[in-house]
Antibody, heavy 122, light 108 residues
């Protein structure tokens, strides 16, 4: 059974870089059928897709965050990561990692991590 | 960017009744819509994909339909565990996914 576990600092200072990692159980991270995504949810608000990364390194980003976001994957460590630079209070959110299919094999985001709460504050 | 809207924002329903939630896309997304359920403090859970296909393990009281720009999620005979927030998501513009703002189903 696939499990995703997001982790990282719960507090980030304004203007600094938010860094989170999502650990992927088993050998799923190198599957050709899936991408690995980050989605965030500000307190009391809805869901926002941040970006997706493939095991081969292909990345896609939300255009509203593209200038500040970088996703990466480390298949040897079975994890993928999010870096969001120049954070402000508006980046305070629960950050979820999730799995989704390729463009030809998409059935929704079928597995989600538990979420990592990140607060941006001095 | 494809904008997804949902109505109503809140739906008050008694247990055992049915609930009908609406989702609209700013342009045609064909049938590339998924629905998610989220309970407080939990990650979203996939319910529906392909506009009408129930995900594995989702009870039959959840049904969905639609195509183009108009989509509906119906929950028949609401159970206590169904009170939650429901989000629609388009993936026609894969992988530039966008979600609707959500509909909260609460107990009347």
């Amino acid at each position: 059974q696939l499990l995703l576990q997001a982790s990282g600092p719960g507090l980030v200072r304004p203007s600094e870089t938010l860094s989170l990692t999502c650990a992927v159980s088993g050998d799923f991270i190198s599957s050709n059928d899936y991408y690995w995504a980050w989605i965030r949810q500000p307190p009391g608000k809805g869901l926002e897709w941040i970006g997706s990364v493939y095991h081969a390194g292909d990345t896609y980003y939300n255009s509203s965050l593209k200038s500040r976001v970088a996703l990466s994957v480390d298949t040897s460590k079975k994890q993928f990561s999010l870096r969001l630079s120049s954070v402000t209070a508006a980046d305070t959110a629960v950050y979820y990692c999730a799995r989704h299919g390729t463009i030809w094999y998409y059935f929704g985001m079928d597995v989600w991590g538990q979420g990592a709460t990140v607060t941006v504050s001095s | 960017e494809i904008v997804m809207t949902q109505s109503p924002a809140t739906l008050s329903v008694s247990p055992g009744e049915s609930a009908t939630l609406s989702c609209r896309a700013s342009q045609s997304v064909n049938r590339k819509v998924a629905w998610y359920q989220q309970k407080p403090g939990q990650a979203p859970r996939r319910l529906i994909y392909g506009a009408s296909t129930r995900a594995t393990g989702i009870p039959a009281r959840f049904s969905a339909s639609g195509s183009g720009t108009e989509f509906t999620l119906t929950i028949s005979s609401l159970q206590s565990e169904d009170f939650a927030v429901y989000y629609c998501q388009q993936y026609n513009d894969w992988p530039h996914f966008t979600f609707g703002p959500g509909t909260k189903v609460d107990m009347k």
